[in-house]
């Protein structure tokens, strides 16, 4: 997997933390949906399709933002398993040009202002620019994020 996408992908396929959210939340599910379910003829997939994952939607969704927000800004595992500049997501591109950056800056005297000032400002848009996805994605994802939390959430 050296040097390949599924060296980043298989490792985060599966959170213990947002299993264990997901299984809360369906067990939460009142059993005499299920129940109804069968009485009427429904199969297990049919009752799945139909009945749970609509219940749990707002729960998926969160998982689903946790889920891309920790891929998205996992910049480790690709530092270790990915060599090809070509393949590095983009917080490994982001992480190279802070430091890149952040060196130019100690570097500079009183005479090189324009450009600490020109490093900055590329500093702060590869910042802005990389969070972009992840605030586009948000807005659609926020109606269900405190009802998935709270559904996903271990009362005690």
């Known amino acids: 997997l ?4 599924w060296a980043l992908v298989i490792p985060g396929a599966l959170s213990l933390f947002n299993a264990i959210i997901c299984k809360t939340a369906i067990e939460g599910i009142p059993d005499s949906l299920d129940e109804s379910a069968k009485i ?9 399709g139909k009945i749970i994952v609509p219940v749990i939607k707002p729960t998926l969704a969160v998982l ?11 910049w480790f595992n690709a530092s270790i398993y990915i060599a090809d500049n070509d393949l590095l997501p ?7 040009v802070l430091l890149a950056n952040n060196a ?3 570097q500079g005297a009183a005479s090189a202002d324009v450009v600490n000032q020109f ?3 590329i500093k702060y848009a590869a910042i ?8 586009c994605i948000y ?3 926020q109606k269900y994020f405190v009802k998935g939390v709270m559904i996903g959430s271990v009362k005690g």
């Open 2 to 5: 050296y040097n390949n996408i």
């Open 40 to 48: 009427d003829g429904a199969g297990d997939l049919t009752i799945l």
């Open 64 to 74: 689903l933002l946790y889920y891309g927000v920790g891929l998205w800004n996992n």
């Open 90 to 96: 983009i917080q490994n591109i982001l992480r190279a």
């Open 104 to 106: 130019s800056l100690n």
């Open 119 to 121: 490093a900055e400002t």
């Open 128 to 135: 802005c620019i990389s969070t972009i996805p992840i605030l």
């Open 139 to 141: 807005p659609f994802l």
